[in-house]
Nanobody, 116 residues
Framework: QVQLVESGGGLVQAGGSLRLSCAAS????????MGWYRQAPGKQRELVAI???????IYADSVKGRFTIPRDNVKNTVYLQMNSLKPEDTAVYYC??????????WGQGTQVTVSS
């Protein structure tokens, strides 16, 4: 069993920054892709950013240039550095990992609230 523990959410003013962390532990096979998704009230969960083992990244258009997704393969941890935050970034943020055997795991979610 794999556990994902997220941290770093909170309340911030528009224009501010937050850094989310997601640490994987347990019976980890081999992590391939790590990513962040978010879900705002009344909306579907959407991709924010993903990063592969090799370091290739994909960002949602809405966060390009403001968010980055570094990962530490030794610590099995992925981060989401969020700068220039906007009220529309308010959501519950979830991390997700995909192992090379196809298993998918989600974190419990962390609330990010950006005030105007």
């Amino acid at each position: 069993q794999v556990q994902l523990v997220e941290s770093g959410g909170g309340l911030v003013q528009a224009g501010g920054s937050l850094r989310l962390s997601c640490a994987a532990s347990g019976s980890i096979f081999r992590i391939n892709t790590m990513g962040w998704y978010r879900q705002a009230p009344g909306k579907q969960r959407e991709l924010v950013a993903i990063i592969t083992t090799g370091g290739s990244t994909i960002y949602a258009d809405s966060v390009k240039g403001r968010f980055t997704i570094p990962r530490d393969n030794v610590k099995n941890t992925v981060y989401l550095q969020m700068n220039s935050l906007k009220p529309e970034d308010t959501a519950v943020y979830y991390c997700r990992i995909i192992e090379s055997n196809g298993n998918i795991y989600w974190g419990q979610g962390t609330q990010v609230t950006v005030s105007s």
